[in-house]
């Protein structure tokens, strides 16, 4: 999923993530709360809920602030947001699908389409790029929870279809219906894991030279600096060469 895994690498490496915490911690609060909103308000009884607090605590977000978003959900005047899924094409015809969660489709919509122009590239209709990814089920953990042998081994018998393994750590995919008890599985045997979620991963990849890189990264960049946006996965492709330059 070299889209996913290598725009994870050089956010990490550009210190994104530090930049960008307070932006970070917004969204996943609004994904915890909207979890909430839509079942049980405890992780145990609702999944996606269990599994939008998890990513929370991956980064780091304090304990209060996810009681607080959780706590949101059965505010009476608490935001209504609605899920909705932009699909659309960047720089050298790379598929892009964006999540975003908004109280205001319009407003969302118009940065969106403008945030596409401005980057070389174009919102498209729905449907036009899905048929390029798989919904799928996506638990990682860090290296030190095994070789990949013993990682592949506890994630076939978990019931997951793939084992990634690299000097990053291992990434393990399943059907989006079975990550629930994928993880479940996953956790008796190798402990908690570090993120379980739901990802689009690419079922065909565009590679890039450093130019056509550099204009994708910004599209991916400035999208997910959007207040609305909660999720940006493309499929491209990057080299280690192109990669090592970027860094």
Not at 58 to 75: E, L, M, N, T, Y
Not at 94 to 120: L, Y
Request: aromatic share 6%.
């Amino acid at each position: 999923m070299a889209g996913h895994s290598k725009w994870a690498n050089i956010q990490h490496r550009k210190g994104r993530q530090d930049a960008a915490r307070s932006k970070l911690f917004s969204k996943l609060s609004k994904e915890i709360t909207v979890a909430a909103k839509m079942g049980d308000p405890d992780p145990e009884k609702n999944p996606r809920l269990r599994m939008a607090v998890k990513e929370a605590k991956s980064q780091s977000v304090p304990k209060d602030v996810i009681a607080r978003a959780i706590g949101k959900a059965s505010a009476a005047d608490g935001e209504n947001y609605e899920e909705i899924r932009y699909e659309g094409y960047g720089p050298e015809g790379v598929a892009v699908i964006v999540e975003a969660m908004t109280d205001n489709k319009n407003r969302t919509a118009s940065s969106v389409r403008s945030i596409f122009a401005k980057s070389g590239g174009n919102l498209a209709e729905s449907g036009a790029v899905a048929f390029m990814f798989e919904r799928k089920g996506l638990v990682t953990y860090p290296v030190s929870a095994g070789d990949a042998d013993t990682i592949f081994e506890a994630a076939i018998e978990a019931g997951a279809e793939d084992v990634e393994s690299t000097e990053d750590g291992h990434e393990i995919y399943c059907e989006a219906t079975d990550l629930h008890a994928v993880s479940n599985a996953l956790e008796a045997a190798l402990g908690e894991s570090e993120t379980s979620k739901l990802i689009w991963k690419p079922n065909v990849t565009t590679p890039l030279d450093l130019a056509g890189a550099e204009k994708l990264l910004r599209l991916v960049e400035a999208l997910e600096d959007d207040d609305d946006v909660q999720n940006v996965t493309a499929n491209f492709d990057i080299s280690d060469e192109v990669m090592a330059q970027l860094s």
